[in-house]
C-alpha cells in the first residue's frame, strides 16, 4: 500500500466533423488504433481532434475511478481485490492491496477514502488502512446484496446502489435497492423502483440524486431533502445509447457511472461512449471510445482532465471544463 494520502488517418479535404464521425464509427467497428482517436466538438467540454490517450490496458477489472488532491487517479480492480494508483506522469503503482472487493470510491469529510465492498458485501472507510471501519453491511437485518456505486456527499451523508449480481439465466434476480447512510450512521433504503441501478451521483447543489439505470433507457433523477430523503423519481436525460440485448437476452443501455463537471454537466458512461447532458438533461454529445466505458472521474491539479475507464483499460482526456470541485467526485 502507498504510504501517500490523500491523425490523421482520412482524407484532409474532409471537414473535422465528418473525420471524427467517420473514425468513431472505424473505432466501434475495430478498424481505427486507440491512439487514432480523438473527440467531436462538445461546446464547453472538450474541444474537435482532443486526443483520447489510452494510459495502459489489460488491468484486472477497472472501476471506481477517483481523483486525488495531488493529481493522481485512483480506481479499482475489483476482481483483483486491489485499489491502483495512476500518477500524473502516468506511472502506475498499487494502492491499496486487499480491498475487500472494494468497487465505487469517494472521499469523506475527513479525508478518507470510502469505498462499496463486493467481497463481504458492505460499505466502509477502505484508506488510510488505520482508519479502515465498517459503516454499514444490512439493512433491517437482511445484508446488502452487492453494492456497485456511491457518492458522497458534502451535508447529506452517503448515497450508494445495490443492484445485486447479475442473475443466471433461469434464476430470480435480487431485489435491486439504492441506499443512504446518514450523517449518524442511519441506514435508509429510498429507492427500490429502478429495475439495475448502477452509477450514481449528486448534483453540485446537492438538490438532485442522479442514477444510472442500466435495465433502462434513462438517467433517473430524485429531488434530495435535506435529511436525504428522496422525491418521486423522474427522468432526467434519454441515453442515445438505446436498448440492445445482452448476453443473457436482458435489454441494457449499458448505462454505468457518473460524474459532474464545474458548470453542472452530467457525463454518463453508457453502451455509447461518453453522454453528455446538461444541468437540465438536454444532450449535448457523446464521446466514443474504443471499449465500452463502465465509470469515469476528473482529476489533476486542476480537475481538468476525464479518466474513463472500462473493460479493462484506462483513458485520458483533457477537457475544457473542470469537474467540480465541491467534492471529490
Excluded at 114 to 138: F, M, N, T, W
Excluded at 221 to 247: E, I, Q, W
Aim: no cysteine; charged share 20%; proline share 6%.
Amino acid at each position: 500500500m502507498s504510504s501517500m494520502r490523500l491523425a490523421d488517418v482520412l482524407n484532409p479535404s474532409s471537414t473535422l466533423a465528418l473525420r471524427v464521425s467517420v473514425l468513431a464509427t472505424l473505432i466501434w467497428a475495430g478498424h481505427a488504433k486507440a491512439e487514432d482517436l480523438v473527440t467531436p466538438a462538445i461546446e464547453g467540454v472538450v474541444a474537435a481532434g482532443t486526443k483520447i490517450e489510452l494510459i495502459q490496458d489489460g488491468f484486472n477489472g477497472t472501476e471506481g475511478p477517483l481523483g486525488l488532491p495531488d493529481g493522481s487517479l485512483v480506481f479499482t480492480e475489483t476482481p483483483a481485490n486491489r485499489i491502483t494508483r495512476i500518477a500524473a506522469d502516468g506511472s502506475v503503482s498499487a494502492f491499496v492491496e486487499d480491498s475487500n472487493g472494494s468497487n465505487g470510491l469517494g472521499v469523506d469529510a475527513h479525508g478518507d477514502i470510502v469505498s462499496v465492498q463486493r467481497g463481504k458485501p458492505q460499505v466502509g472507510v477502505i484508506y488510510p488502512a488505520e482508519h479502515r471501519k465498517l459503516l454499514a453491511d444490512s439493512f433491517e437485518g437482511k445484508p446488502f446484496n452487492q453494492p456497485n456505486d456511491l457518492v458522497v456527499g458534502s451535508k447529506a451523508g452517503i448515497f450508494f446502489t445495490d443492484p445485486g449480481a447479475q442473475p443466471k439465466p433461469g434464476e430470480a434476480a435480487p431485489a435491486p435497492a439504492v441506499y443512504h447512510i446518514d450523517t449518524g450512521g442511519k441506514v435508509q433504503r429510498i429507492a427500490t423502483d429502478i429495475a439495475r441501478p448502477n452509477g450514481i451521483q449528486l448534483s453540485t447543489d446537492e438538490k438532485t440524486l442522479y442514477i444510472a439505470n442500466t435495465a433502462g433507457e434513462y438517467v433517473i433523477a430524485y429531488d434530495v431533502a435535506a435529511n436525504g430523503s428522496v422525491g418521486k423519481p423522474r427522468n432526467f436525460a434519454k441515453l442515445k445509447a438505446g436498448l440492445t440485448p445482452t448476453d443473457t437476452g436482458a435489454q441494457s443501455s449499458g448505462a454505468d457511472g457518473l460524474a459532474v463537471d464545474a458548470k453542472g454537466r452530467l457525463y454518463v458512461a453508457s453502451n455509447a461512449g461518453i453522454e453528455v447532458f446538461d444541468a437540465k438533461g438536454k444532450a449535448l454529445g457523446v464521446i466514443a471510445l474504443p471499449k465500452k466505458p463502465q465509470n469515469l472521474a476528473f482529476a489533476g491539479q486542476d480537475k481538468k482532465l476525464l479518466y474513463v475507464v472500462g473493460r479493462g483499460a484506462v483513458y485520458k482526456i483533457a477537457t475544457q471544463s473542470a469537474g467540480f470541485s465541491g467534492r471529490a467526485k
